[in-house]
């Protein structure tokens, strides 16, 4: 007779997580890739404007898709989400880079922001974003307790609209 195994809970959110269905990694040169990084580029083409991707997910959800990226550039290491409308146009809705420094309570807005965004999308946050809710959660006990405390880097979009509205 063959017995089931118990997974423990953080085994089990792992190998859900692995299989999230409509979860990949376009391939470098494609075109779904290059439309995202150019939005990523504000325009600038120069070999300076280089990025190195750390990570890079798009989940799609019917007409529209939403990617992570991670990773480094000129200027240091970022985040972003993008989203894509119906009409197959991308645009840099939230993101974190190196930089300055914006307080708890920002942060706690910001990253707040970006689990409700990606949980519309009928996707665990975790799942795109590993550790993503636990940071959200810890910045809001932050933001309670120290909310001027600069704890997070240069923040753009989120609850404050996406990073070039008219993009």
Do not use: N
């Not at 750390?54 to 480094?72: E, I, M, N, S, W």
């Not at 996707?123 to 910045?139: C, E, F, V």
């Amino acid at each position: 007779m063959i017995r089931p195994t118990a997974l423990s809970l953080p085994a089990l959110a792992l190998l859900l997580a692995a299989a999230a269905p409509g979860l990949y990694t376009p391939a470098p040169g494609s075109a779904e890739r290059r439309a995202i990084v150019k939005v990523l580029h504000h325009g600038d083409d120069s070999p300076e404007a280089r990025f190195t991707f750390d990570t890079f997910k798009v989940f799609h959800r019917g007409p529209r898709a939403l990617a992570y990226v991670g990773g480094r550039g000129a200027v240091g290491a970022f985040e972003a989400l993008l989203e894509q409308d119906a009409k197959g146009r991308w645009r840099e809705v939230w993101g974190v880079s190196d930089g300055g420094s914006d307080s708890c309570e920002a942060g706690a807005r910001h990253y707040a922001w970006a689990v409700r965004l990606i949980q519309g999308y009928g996707l665990a946050p975790d799942t795109l974003i590993p550790g993503l809710t636990r940071l959200a959660r810890d910045l809001a006990r932050q933001a309670k307790t120290e909310p001027d405390l600069q704890c997070v880097g240069d923040l753009e979009g989120g609850p404050e609209g996406p990073v070039e509205p008219d993009a």
